[in-house]
């Protein structure tokens, strides 16, 4: 009898911890991106330290879009050279995952949304989650 071994799958569900409604055009933020297995399901001692595990995930990239018309303002860099350079390769430290932004980059008056996409084995998944801010 053989036993048919299936890779499961890494689910994953992001959340930007810091995100506030709106920035201004001078501001400079860290968004810090908070990452967990998706089925995770804390103990009672989890639940006691009052700290959830935050997992690092080596290639996560971020896309800023207008949100009134989809017009990508910085789109996913997944490649190595050129144009396509990862250049929205999200940074990593004790505390998670994160990268810094300069709003002044953006026009004012709008509201955007991050997304984000992992890399998996051999393959790229876009999660669903979106994170919207304004720029005044």
């Known amino acids: ?76 860099g997944i490649g190595s050279t050129g144009e396509n350079s990862e250049h929205s390769l999200l940074s990593y430290d004790s505390e998670g995952s994160y990268f810094d932004f300069d709003m002044s980059n953006l026009p004012s008056g709008y509201s955007y949304a991050i997304k984000v996409l992992y890399k998996f084995e051999d393959r790229y998944e876009e999660q669903r989650e979106t994170f919207k801010f304004r720029v005044e």
């Open 1 to 76: 009898r053989s036993s048919s071994a299936s890779a499961k799958k890494d689910r994953y569900i992001f959340d930007i911890t810091n995100l506030k409604n709106s920035y201004s055009r001078t501001e400079k933020p860290r968004f810090r991106l908070y990452t967990r297995l998706k089925d995770w399901s804390p103990t009672i001692y989890t639940k006691a330290k009052n700290s959830l595990e935050n997992k690092v995930i080596d290639k996560v990239y971020y896309k800023i879009y207008r949100v009134v018309d989809d017009e990508v303002v910085v789109n996913y």
